[in-house]
């Protein structure tokens, strides 16, 4: 072994998979946290059609950014808090058995629990939003998700009282 070291010093090559493992564990990582990073920014920046009860595309991301005029630093933040919005709705949609996309059969206290559960998914992300967005783009935001809303609502109760509160 010693001779080994030595010969290394030496600047003789070393058998494979006999790089100290600093130098291995250097040359393997920069590579992965390259990958993990860019991983998360393409997730992030980009993220993929959600499906589901509901469902966001990429170009319904691209068209907030663009009513938002949101800048480049503001974009995947946004991107990353609607999806997150989405994903959270999808789930309250799936606990109560909706759809999404066809009239159900809740009664009123069932899609009065709902819709409670829903505002306080919004309200959370409103709270993270208005860390990335200046007051306009928080308003236009709102006004944004409230016609997306509306539009899921009338698609869950098919045009019932409820659906126009």
Do not use: H, W
Not at 23 to 52: H, K, N, Y
Not at 86 to 110: H, M, T, W
Not at 128 to 140: D, H, M, T
Request: glycine share 6%; net charge positive; aromatic share 4%.
């Amino acid at each position: 072994m010693a001779a080994m070291n030595t010969a290394a010093k030496a600047g003789e090559l070393k058998p494979a998979g006999t790089a100290r493992p600093r130098e291995a564990g250097r040359r393997r990582t920069r590579p992965a946290i390259l990958a993990a990073v860019l991983a998360v920014t393409a997730m992030v920046a980009a993220p993929a059609a959600i499906a589901g009860p509901l469902s966001i595309s990429k170009s319904e991301l691209q068209q907030f950014s663009r009513e938002l005029q949101l800048t480049r630093a503001q974009t995947p933040q946004v991107n990353a808090i609607t999806v997150n919005l989405v994903r959270e709705n999808s789930a309250i949609f799936q606990k109560y058995g909706v759809d999404g996309q066809s009239c159900s059969d809740l009664g009123p206290f069932r899609l009065s629990a709902l819709n409670n559960e829903v505002m306080a998914a919004y309200s959370r992300a409103r709270g993270q939003l208005s860390q990335v967005l200046s007051p306009a783009q928080l308003q236009k935001y709102g006004a944004m998700y409230n016609q997306r809303r509306q539009a899921t609502k009338q698609r869950i109760v098919c045009g019932t009282r409820q659906a126009q509160r």
